[in-house]
């Protein structure tokens, strides 16, 4: 079974312009998280989709965002990036919440750079 | 809110050494994930624990899950080199609850 993809896996933007990272979980996982990683403040949780529908979220400003679609596929955007902004984005898929068993799977990650 | 702590943040040992890191809370978890990120990738599950008291292995990594329900604890034994990552541990709480994660520990494997 292939396991969560993201794409793109580097990315270089400019400050101020906006971004948009795709996650594919893995196949039958209808849950998917977003993270923001960075050295200083480790993994950091941005929001959590479960068919279709945000079900928890961090403390990030509104410049971010994102989205489910109805096959599981999620995206999250970025508008108006900042320096800070530079990070790891990092997806995981888990087959539901409440489930007895939970599993959460990680992507590779997606390595945005703002200059 | 809820927070994991895993001290200290770095860990030197020598191959072969056996290792032991442990993640604790003041919040109750119902589950206690533990996980290892080589640099530049995502994080990859390694046990996964769900009952207080359990103790689970996968090949030489045994964790367990506190009977307080407040701490789990990662044991390493025989180290070998691509040992070497960032370890995180992270619980979860009740249902619809989010996923929280510790800040991690670096080890490093001296051969």
């Known amino acids: 079974k292939a396991g969560v993809t993201q794409t793109p896996r580097y990315l270089i933007k400019t400050r101020g312009q906006q971004v948009t990272l795709s996650c594919s979980p893995i196949?039958?996982?209808?849950?998917v998280s977003w993270y923001q990683q960075t050295p200083g403040q480790g993994l950091q949780f941005l929001f959590e989709?479960?068919?279709?529908?945000?079900?928890n979220k961090g403390n990030f400003p509104g410049r971010f965002s994102g989205r489910q679609f109805s096959n599981s596929r999620s995206e999250m955007n970025v508008s108006t990036l900042e320096l800070g902004d530079s990070a790891l984005y990092l997806c995981?898929?888990?087959?539901?919440?409440?489930?007895?068993?939970?599993?959460?799977?990680f992507g590779p990650g997606t390595r945005l750079t703002v200059t | 809110g809820q927070q994991l702590n895993q001290s200290p943040q770095s860990m030197f040992i020598q191959e072969g050494e056996d290792v032991s890191m442990n993640c604790t809370s003041s919040?109750?978890?119902?589950?206690w994930l533990w996980y290892k990120q080589d640099p530049g990738e995502g994080p990859v599950l390694l046990i996964a624990?769900?009952?207080?008291?359990e103790l689970t292995s996968n090949g030489r990594l045994t964790a367990q899950f506190g009977i307080t329900r407040k701490d789990s604890f990662l044991n390493i034994s025989a180290s070998i080199p691509s040992d070497v990552g960032i370890y995180f541990c992270a619980g979860l709480g009740g249902a619809n609850s989010k996923l929280t994660f510790g800040k991690g520990i670096t080890l490093s494997v001296r051969p």
């Open positions: 995981a898929s888990s087959l539901y919440q409440g489930m007895t068993k939970y599993e959460q799977y």
């Open positions: 989709y479960f068919s279709e529908t945000q079900r």
């Open positions: 624990l769900y009952k207080a008291g």
């Open positions: 919040s109750i978890f119902n589950t």
């Open positions: 196949s039958g996982h209808r849950s």
